[in-house]
């Protein structure tokens, strides 16, 4: 089983950028479609992006494409999501999780990540 730690959130101004990181234990990481989620106080968890187990596949939710990337380093055990042009939409606390099914679909990931807070200011 993959543990997950998430890092790099915290509060930006609209128009700036952050880089999330998240951070895998054990040997199986590679095996494994990664995923974003956020969650805004008071909505529903919401698909951000997602990467097949080797990388070559991505999906993005429509109001992120152009501005999120998503990648992956399986050697380093480690997921990114780059993210820029941040809008105040955007804020959240946002969460990897790890399959194995490519998808969006949330319940189809065992493991989550404690989530780490973007805060996107106007």
């Known amino acids: 089983q993959v543990q997950l730690v998430e890092s790099g959130g915290g509060l930006v101004q609209a128009g700036g950028s952050l880089k999330l990181s998240c951070a895998a234990s054990?040997?199986?990481?590679?095996?494994?479609?990664m995923a974003w989620f956020r969650q805004a106080t008071g909505a529903e968890r919401e698909f951000v992006a997602a990467?097949?187990?080797?990388?070559?596949?991505?999906a993005y939710e429509d109001s992120v494409k152009g501005r999120f990337t998503i990648s992956r380093d399986n050697a380093q055990n480690t997921l990114i999501l780059e993210m820029g042009s941040l809008k105040p939409d955007d804020t959240g606390v946002y969460y990897c999780?790890?399959?194995?099914?490519?998808?969006?679909?949330?319940?189809?990931?065992?493991?989550w990540g404690q989530g780490t807070q973007v805060t996107v200011s106007v």
């Open positions: 990467i097949l187990s080797t990388g070559r596949t991505t």
């Open positions: 999780a790890a399959g194995p099914t490519f998808t969006r679909a949330p319940d189809f990931y065992h493991t």
């Open positions: 054990g040997r199986t990481f590679s095996s494994y479609s």
